[in-house]
Structures are given as structure tokens and as C-alpha cells.
């Protein structure tokens, strides 16, 4: 069996976003390790098809060990870990003042903690990588770290935690280059959930907003504003994970920011 190149840590990738940004790895030659609970039909169909660059680990992305032993078994068939691209999240819809103390805690719990095991877990492999540059860690933020929008209180609050986590891993790990990313709003289960449930949970302004995407998507319209297949930030976001820039390291970026598209 040869051995890829690289080798890349994708949680997250069960469908959406992750499964495309795992496919498009993996169509480059890209070793991938992922840990999840479940596995999907599509998570199934890229283990058949690439049984010698995927290894598929069942456990949670926010226990500690899990991640510890996903890792090893990385660094045991392919002998080296190089990048992660942590994708992993969940969404708690609601203003400060109707989002419950324990959803709170459900929420930093997968975004927050849940992304600090992962990266822990990783860190020592990619100390090590003998990629140009060295290691690479992406990740997934949201524009709603930064403009906080009324109604994902918590929501925007764990995200705004990962910036300045990949901040912190700028000015503690100098081998490591660590960048946090907003997808766009991208077509996935989480966002048309958004649309279906959330009419009755978050403000109008929103849910607007969230609708006007899916239906930009639906139309064929391309401004940033539009809901976008996975396949489009995945793209960018596979490539960030073995060649992001020393200048990205420690910033919050778009995926269709022009000085990322340039890259």
C-alpha cells in the first residue's frame, strides 16, 4: 500500500460541508481520518471506494480520549499526521434572554471544548509534520462571530471562542499555522433546519435572512449572500488544509474572501 503525501483530521463529516470537504481530500490523493458516532450512506460509500486513504473512527469529537485514540490510529497507518480541519458544531437558536443556562452549556460544549479536545489531541502529531510550512489546523467559525446576530446568542458566543482559540494557537504552537474560516452560507441539513424550525424561535430579521439564502441557492444566484452547495467552500477549504499561508495564521477569514480566492 502506498502512503499518501499528507494526511488530514476531518471532523464534522458525516454529510454537508465535512463529506465535501473529505471528498475533495481524498480525490487528491489526501490520506483522511475522521471520528464520528454515526455513519452515513455517503461516509460508507468514500470508506468503500477509498479503503487505503480513509480511516473511519466511531466516538464523539468532545471526549478527549476519543480523539487521542483517533489520532493513533492515524499515526499507525500512515505514520504521520499533517493537518485537522474541525468542522464539527451544532446551533442553539434563541436571544440571551430565552436560551436556557443548560443549552448554553450544550452549545460551548460541542463548539468550545468539544473543538479544544480535537485540537489537543492533534497537536502533538502536528508538531511533527514535515509539510512545507508545517502544520496546518482550519477552524470552522462563522461571520456570526463577529456581528452577533439577535437570536444565535450562544451560538455566535462559541464561535467568537474558536477565533480566539486559532489566536492563541498562533501565539503558543510557532510551528503550527492555525486559521478560523466562515464556509459562507452553505446549503447544508444545519441551515434549511434553520429555515423549517426557526421561524418561531429567532427574530424576523433573521429567519429572513436565512430564507432569502436558501432561496438565492435555489435560483442559481452567486452573491455572498446566497446559500451555496458544500462542494464551493470545500474546495478552498481542502486546499487551507496543507497550504495555508504563514500570513493567514491566527486570522478569521471567508472562504470567498478575495484575498483567500487568490490564493
Known amino acids: 500500500m502506498s502512503l499518501p503525501c499528507a494526511v488530514v483530521y476531518v471532523t464534522g463529516a458525516s454529510r454537508g460541508l ?24 455517503q461516509l460508507r460509500s468514500l470508506e468503500e471506494l477509498y479503503q487505503n486513504m480513509l480511516i473511519n473512527v466511531t466516538g464523539s469529537v468532545t471526549k478527549a480520549l476519543d480523539n487521542k485514540v483517533a489520532v493513533s490510529k492515524a499515526i499507525e497507518r500512515f505514520g504521520h499526521l499533517d493537518a485537522a480541519v474541525l468542522n464539527a458544531g451544532i446551533a442553539v437558536m434563541g436571544t440571551l434572554a430565552t436560551v436556557e443556562l443548560s443549552e448554553w452549556r450544550t452549545q460551548f460544549e460541542v463548539n468550545v471544548f468539544g473543538m479544544v479536545a480535537r485540537v489537543v489531541a492533534a497537536l502533538p502529531a502536528l508538531r511533527e509534520s514535515k509539510l512545507p510550512g508545517g502544520g496546518r489546523l482550519v477552524l470552522m467559525s462563522s461571520l456570526v462571530s463577529t456581528v ?3 437570536g444565535l446568542a450562544a451560538y455566535s458566543a462559541s464561535k467568537a471562542a474558536v477565533d480566539s482559540l486559532a489566536r492563541s494557537l498562533k501565539n503558543e504552537e510557532p510551528s503550527i499555522t492555525a486559521v478560523s474560516i466562515h464556509p459562507g452560507m ?15 424561535n429567532i427574530p424576523a430579521a433573521m429567519y429572513n435572512w436565512f430564507d432569502a439564502g436558501m432561496n438565492a441557492e435555489r435560483s442559481g444566484a452567486t452573491d455572498t449572500d446566497a446559500s451555496v452547495p458544500p462542494e464551493v467552500p470545500a474546495k478552498t477549504i481542502a486546499w487551507l488544509a496543507f ?3 504563514q500570513e493567514l495564521n491566527g486570522r478569521f477569514v471567508c472562504s470567498y474572501d478575495e484575498e483567500v480566492a487568490e490564493l
Do not use: H, S
Open 186 to 200: 452553505v446549503a447544508t441539513d444545519m441551515v434549511r433546519e434553520f429555515v423549517q424550525n426557526g421561524k418561531e
Open 243 to 245: 497550504n495555508a499561508p
Open 148 to 150: 452577533a446576530p439577535e
Open 18 to 41: 465535512g463529506i465535501a470537504i473529505m471528498g475533495k481530500l481524498l480525490e487528491n490523493g489526501v490520506g483522511v481520518l475522521t471520528l464520528q458516532r454515526t455513519c452515513t450512506p
